[in-house]
């Protein structure tokens, strides 16, 4: 048996201290998690600074640089969707609350990086088109797409019991999935008023505003983790406390 090295402790009405030593590794998730997000800020304070500095797009000016920010919330607002797509199908098949938590979390995460995306594009479209919106195909969709990822949250508030809440919220996020493909080929399929895409549809970046859209890309992926991340975190307290209160109304 290792003895109890700690110092002696007085008899007050302080609470009784931890285990001595302390485990090991017990921050470490937290440590990561501030790494990561302090990368990704620096790494986006360190672009901005950088891409205001690029030369301007001989059509469109300086209103083009949007596109370094544009494109990756959409990109994790896409990797959002499908993850929570998948976590969704996961619960059905299996009946594991974590993927419920991991369909709800990505889900929110996914919803704010869509909000960016359509103000970052309205604005665009304002300083280009010289309107806020217009109802074509890509844009039209998109919006769905936020409602319906809208409506799968309030879906969940609306239900109390957790297995209900989590059955029907995954076959709502499962249907509402059928829109992302819709979001992302519309421009494709049909003749929109949204420009065609830079990277598959014939255009190109020069070599320096690929590297830094690149790594804006990266960071705002790594954002995306922590915030899920956090979001995870969240959802276990609370099943915690739905836990204890139904656990209380029992007795």
């Known amino acids: ?58 059509q469109q000016g300086v209103t083009f640089k949007i596109i370094f920010f544009h494109v990756p919330m959409w990109a994790c607002a896409m990797t959002a969707a499908c993850t929570a797509f998948l976590a969704s199908v996961g619960f059905l098949v299996t009946k594991n609350f974590k993927f419920d938590a991991t369909a709800v979390a990505v889900t929110e995460v996914g919803l704010a990086f869509t909000s960016a995306g359509l103000i970052t594009g309205s604005i665009w479209g304002r300083e280009i088109w010289g309107i806020w919106w217009t109802w074509d195909a890509r844009l039209t969709s998109a919006l769905v797409c936020w409602l319906l990822y809208a409506g799968y949250l309030m879906l969940r508030k609306a239900i109390e019991d957790p297995t209900q809440r989590a059955t029907f919220s995954a076959v709502f996020s499962i249907f509402a999935f059928i829109d992302v493909p819709i979001v992302v080929f519309s421009i494709k399929w049909w003749r929109t008023q949204h420009p065609q895409p830079v990277f598959w549809g014939g255009g190109s970046f020069p070599p320096d505003w690929n590297f830094h859209f690149m790594w804006n890309m990266f960071a705002m992926l790594m954002l995306g983790v922590v915030m899920v991340a956090v979001r995870l975190r969240l959802e276990d307290a609370q099943r915690e406390i739905d836990s204890l209160r139904r656990t209380a109304h029992a007795l």
């Open 1 to 58: 048996m290792v003895k109890d090295e700690r110092p002696a402790v007085g008899t007050g009405l302080s609470p009784a201290p931890g285990p001595w030593p302390p485990a090991p590794g017990v921050n470490m998730r937290d440590k990561i998690l501030y790494a990561l997000g302090i990368g990704a800020i620096a790494i986006l304070v360190w672009n901005i600074n950088t891409i205001a500095r690029l030369p301007e797009e001989t």
